[in-house]
């Protein structure tokens, strides 16, 4: 199993920028998606997460500028950033918490990280 994340570079301040991340190879479901970021020298936090559902959670500094969605045909999981913000830099991982097969046991994967970058 594999996830790539695609999207990020570099912005100016106000702007967007839209990441998406596919999850491929061997998977039986998937469960909840997310996006998590990792600033310089600060801990990784989770951004926004999705159910199979479509249910939404978000990080307070976010709420009403990004939006997390996913194509669960595709499997794959979007995050449209808007007004972004120099806090905003960071690099964003994709994740999947997934089944690999009907009855095996569900496990969260990692995408590599895609850089994003917000200059004034």
């Known amino acids: 199993v594999q996830l790539q994340a695609f999207g990020g570079g570099l912005v100016q301040a106000g702007g967007s920028l839209s990441l998406s991340c596919t999850a491929s190879?061997?998977?039986?479901?998937?469960?909840?998606m997310g996006w998590y970021r990792q600033a310089k020298g600060k801990q990784r936090e989770s951004v926004a997460l999705?159910?199979?559902?479509?249910?939404?959670n978000y990080l307070d500094s976010v709420k009403g500028r990004f939006t997390i969605f996913r194509d669960n045909v595709k499997n794959m999981v979007y995050l449209q950033m808007n007004s972004l913000r120099l806090e905003d830099t960071a690099v964003y991982y994709c994740?999947?918490?997934?089944?690999?097969?009907?009855?095996?046991?569900?496990?969260?994967?990692w995408g590599q990280g895609t850089l994003v970058t917000v200059s004034s």
């Open positions: 190879g061997s998977i039986f479901s998937i469960s909840d």
């Open positions: 994740s999947a918490r997934l089944k690999r097969s009907r009855f095996g046991a569900a496990n969260d994967y």
């Open positions: 999705i159910t199979s559902g479509g249910s939404t």
